[in-house]
């Protein structure tokens, strides 16, 4: 069975500052994507940025990029130039290609905070 | 992108009531998805529901505890039954496009207390 591990339940950074928020995962599959999603206090799960496993190079949106090691099953999440507004529960999450259904898996979160 | 709204945002209810939790969807989606999100947690797949045929529920959940209603494409209904404490929880509602199966959205949630 596919697992997702997030081993910071939480972060902090300062304003501006670079931080970086750990995933690892657990499968046998070749073909999944990767995602890592926000959930501000609002609970709106907003999607943050997403790879495919296919892909070698790394996923970039803005201030957030990811750092894809498929061989070490590692995918952690870098936030640039950190903002007030990015202080959210971050959920690393997996799901299988497209022939595997549509089941996501999610990772325990880690709560990132901004301090100013 | 799809636009899913929720009702209700959040309820308080007496154990051994039930609950219906309405999900509404802006457009017409194939897949729909029933997450719980207990305290502090992460999320949970409850079950997956497709229109026109039975809700498919995941591991640990069962029909007779949280039945489902998928009438149309963009209508769907979760019903928490005979409820306990254990089940105060975010109930988030989901969808994907099976012509987009890497973007899937969710709603705002649905925050229930059982006292």
């Known amino acids: 069975a596919q697992t997702v591990t997030q081993s910071q339940p939480e972060m902090s950074v300062q304003e501006a500052e670079t931080v970086t928020l750990s995933c690892t995962y657990d499968t046998s599959e070749s073909d999944y994507y990767l995602f890592w999603y926000k959930q501000p206090p609002s609970r709106q799960m907003i999607l943050v940025i997403r790879q495919e496993a296919y892909k070698q190079q790394n996923a970039t949106e803005n201030r957030f990029s990811v750092n894809f090691q498929k061989a070490a099953k590692s995918f952690s999440l870098k936030i640039s130039d950190s903002q007030l507004g990015d202080a959210a529960m971050y959920f690393c999450a997996y799901r299988r290609g497209n022939t595997g259904g549509f089941k996501t898996i999610f990772g325990a979160g880690t709560r990132l905070f901004v301090k100013a | 992108s799809a636009v899913i709204s929720q009702k209700p945002s959040r309820d308080i209810c007496q154990r051994g009531t039930s609950l219906t939790i309405q999900c509404q969807v802006d457009?017409?989606?194939?897949?729909m998805f029933w997450y719980r999100q207990q305290p502090g947690q992460s999320l949970t797949l409850i079950a997956t529901a497709n229109q026109g045929s039975e809700a498919t529920y995941e591991s640990g959940f069962v029909i007779d505890k949280f039945p489902i209603s998928r009438p149309n494409l963009t209508f769907s209904t979760l019903t928490v039954s005979n409820m306990s404490p254990e089940d105060s929880s975010i109930y988030l509602c989901?969808?994907?496009?099976?012509?987009?199966?890497?973007?899937?959205?969710f709603g705002p949630g649905t925050r229930l207390t059982v006292t």
């Open positions: 457009s017409q989606v194939t897949m």
């Open positions: 989901s969808v994907g496009e099976t012509g987009l199966l890497i973007k899937q959205y």
